[in-house]
C-alpha cells in the first residue's frame, strides 16, 4: 500500500510526522496533492490535550492543493485542478445543512448535538498536514483557484479569513457601525478586515504585540489599543464618547476578553464571539445589564463549501483585501514540529505558518 508522511497527533504535547497510508477514494470523494498548507490555533489546542481528537489522526484542516485523483461519482471538476476546499465540510443534505447551517452537519446525534460537528478535517477524520488528503463530498467543498493567485493569497481562505470574515457578518455589521476587535491574532486580523469590508466606519483594534497592531491598521483599524498600556474597556469608552461600540467582536476564547468585549457594548449591542474557548465563560451580571440590555451574543463556526471558498478568493482577486502578509513564516513538512514549538509559544512575532509537503 502506498504511504505519505503525514502530522499525527500521538498525546498531549506529542505531535509526529511519520508515515501512513494514502487513503483510498470512495465515489464522492476526492484525492488532493497538498501543495500548501497551515497551522491553527485549535490545532494548539489539540496538541496541548484540550481538545480531544483520536490518536493517530492527521492534523490540519487548511488545504491548498492539486486534485490527484476523484471519485467515479464526481462531476464538474478535473483531475490536475488547483482547488481549496474549507476547514468545514458540509454535505448539503443533512439536516443541519437543510436549516441553513452547514458549519454545523455532522454534529447532529441521538443524544445531542456533538461539539464542532461540521468540523472535520484533524478532528473527526484526517487532515491536511500530509502529502495528500482525502475530502469528502468533493462536489460541494471542492473550489477551483483563480488564475493568478497564489498558494499564499488563498491560504488564509479555508479556515482564518471565513472565520474573521463571519465575525462581522454575525454580528451584522452595518455601514456606519463602530465596531471594536479584541485579540489581533489571525482570526482577529480577519475579523478587522471583514468589519471594513462591511462598511464599519470606526474599527478599534485591541492586542499589545506591535506587529499585530500594526497589521490591523493596515488591514483598515482606525484605532489600536495596547491592553497592557491602558484598559481596554475604558479606552474603548473614551473612543466611543461614552456611547459603547455597536460590534464587538471576541477573537480569542478567553474570558477576560469576552467580559470586556461585553462591556463595551452600547444598549442593544451585539457581541459575536469566535473565540474557542477551553474552560466555563462566567457572564458578569452587570456588564450583562442584569440580563435586560437587549444584548446579542452570536457565537459562529467557520462557514464552509465551496461556495462560500469562491465568494472569499473573489475578494482575494479583487485586490480589496491582502492577507497574505499574515504568513510570517515557513516550513517543509518534516520540520512541522520545529514550527508547532514556534507557534504555539508566538515565538519571533509569528502569525501563520506556511508548511509545504
Not at 489522526?57 to 491548498?64: A, D, K, S, Y
Not at 497574505?324 to 507557534?343: K, M, N, Q
Amino acid at each position: 500500500m502506498a504511504k505519505m508522511k503525514a502530522a499525527l497527533f500521538i498525546e498531549p504535547g506529542h505531535i509526529e510526522v511519520d508515515d501512513k497510508p494514502i487513503p483510498d477514494v470512495g465515489p464522492q470523494d476526492a484525492l488532493l496533492r497538498v501543495t500548501t498548507t497551515t497551522i491553527c490555533g485549535t490545532d494548539v489546542h489539540i496538541l496541548k490535550g484540550e481538545y480531544p481528537v483520536e490518536q493517530g489522526l492527521t492534523i490540519g484542516h487548511e488545504p491548498v492543493g492539486i486534485i490527484e485523483k476523484l471519485g467515479s461519482g464526481v462531476r464538474g471538476f478535473q483531475e490536475g485542478q488547483r482547488v481549496i476546499a474549507g476547514a468545514i465540510t458540509p454535505s448539503g443534505h443533512s439536516a443541519a445543512c437543510l436549516c441553513g447551517c452547514g458549519s454545523q452537519d455532522g454534529a447532529e446525534a441521538p443524544h445531542g448535538w456533538k461539539l464542532m460537528g461540521g468540523w472535520k478535517f484533524g478532528n473527526t477524520i484526517d487532515g491536511s498536514q500530509a502529502e495528500f488528503l482525502l475530502v469528502p463530498e468533493a462536489m460541494a467543498n471542492l473550489a477551483p483557484v483563480p488564475d493568478g493567485l497564489t498558494d499564499e493569497q488563498v491560504l488564509m481562505c479555508p479556515d482564518i479569513m471565513s472565520t474573521g470574515f463571519s465575525g462581522a457578518e454575525s454580528g451584522q455589521v452595518r455601514i456606519g457601525d463602530t465596531v471594536a476587535v479584541f485579540a489581533q491574532g489571525p482570526i482577529g486580523l480577519c475579523a478587522t478586515a471583514g468589519a471594513k469590508l462591511s462598511g464599519a466606519t470606526q474599527i478599534i483594534a485591541v492586542d499589545t504585540v506591535p506587529e499585530r497592531l500594526e497589521m490591523a491598521k493596515r488591514l483598515g483599524a482606525d484605532h489600536v489599543i495596547d491592553y497592557k498600556a491602558v484598559d481596554p474597556v475604558d479606552a474603548v469608552m473614551e473612543l466611543t464618547f461614552g456611547r459603547g461600540v455597536d460590534v464587538a467582536i471576541e477573537a480569542l476564547g478567553t474570558q477576560s476578553t469576552f467580559e470586556s468585549a461585553l462591556r463595551v457594548l452600547r444598549p442593544g449591542g451585539t457581541l459575536s464571539s469566535l473565540g474557542v474557548y477551553s474552560g466555563d465563560l462566567k457572564i458578569p451580571l452587570g456588564a450583562f445589564a442584569a440580563g435586560l440590555g437587549d444584548h446579542t451574543i452570536r457565537t459562529t463556526l467557520c462557514p464552509g463549501g465551496k461556495e462560500r471558498m469562491r465568494r472569499l478568493m473573489a475578494v482575494v482577486a479583487s485586490g480589496r483585501v491582502d492577507l497574505s502578509g499574515l504568513v510570517t513564516h515557513r516550513f517543509p513538512l518534516d520540520r512541522i514540529v520545529e514550527a508547532y514549538d514556534l507557534f504555539a509559544n508566538q515565538r519571533d512575532g509569528v502569525m501563520k505558518v506556511a508548511i509545504t509537503p
